[in-house]
């Protein structure tokens, strides 16, 4: 089972709105990402979390705040946002191990539209 | 820093063969890793090299040299639903980054 799945699929939100994006994965992966991708682009990466921890912010700006509860829950928290902010966001995970977990799996995204 | 070019867009009939290439620039990576995604889709994992030499998994093949700083992705018997966009991806040695190519975008036509 190599499912990762995310909610909302379609958000439409007003740049005042506060609104969160979720995803889950039920793998016992410990490595979780957010990747930004506008259309004909490739996935952009925006955050990583390993071990429950913030390992990486690719200079994401503060109105975006992503959040890990546990290590099976990732959260991406909207506030503020800007009409160039719409895209497709995708959480995505990876197995920790020295062997393997060099395959990431994606959820099927979240559909952003700011308005 | 990390780089992987692909070509924007190849165009191919049904039942053909496709190779899609995938240069880089990066000082370590653990393994080359293809995704399909369509339109409107998330990506989806197809293949990964994690040694030189070539990988096959049904009608999709994928091929890295890391001497030559070079990988491809080879379908075979084309279908109309291989098109979509393909990329290749690197996860950086000593970090989490997972890094996607620029990505090819695949017309099958009938």
């Known amino acids: 089972d190599t499912e990762v799945t995310q909610t909302p699929k379609h958000l439409v939100m007003g740049m005042t709105n506060k609104k969160s994006l979720k995803c889950e994965q039920h793998?016992?992966?410990?490595?979780m990402y957010w990747y930004k991708q506008k259309a004909k682009k490739p996935p952009e990466l925006m955050f990583v979390?390993?071990?429950?921890?913030?390992?990486i912010n690719e200079s994401v700006p503060s109105r975006f705040s992503p959040e890990c509860p546990n290590s099976s829950l990732l959260n991406l928290h909207l506030h503020a946002l800007q009409p160039e902010d719409s895209a497709l966001y995708l959480c995505?995970?990876?197995?920790?191990?020295?062997?393997?977990?060099?395959?990431?799996?994606f959820g099927e995204g979240s559909w952003l539209t700011v308005v | 820093g990390q780089s992987l070019e692909q070509p924007s867009e190849v165009t191919a009939v049904e039942g053909a063969i496709v190779q899609i290439n995938c240069t880089y620039q990066?000082?370590?990576?653990?393994?080359l890793s293809w995704y399909q995604q369509h339109d409107g889709g998330a990506p989806t994992f197809l293949s990964y090299?994690?040694?030189?030499g070539l990988e096959e998994t049904g009608r999709f093949s994928s091929f890295l040299s890391r001497s030559d700083s070079y990988g491809y992705l080879l379908l075979q018997e084309l279908q109309m639903k291989d098109s979509a966009s393909y990329f290749c991806a690197v996860r950086d040695i000593g970090t989490y980054k997972y890094i996607f190519g620029t990505g090819t975008r695949l017309k099958v036509l009938a």
């Open positions: 979390y390993s071990y429950e921890k913030l390992s």
């Open positions: 090299n994690a040694l030189d």
């Open positions: 995505a995970s990876r197995q920790d191990s020295a062997t393997s977990g060099n395959t990431i799996y």
């Open positions: 990066t000082s370590g990576f653990y393994g």
């Open positions: 793998m016992g992966h410990r490595a």
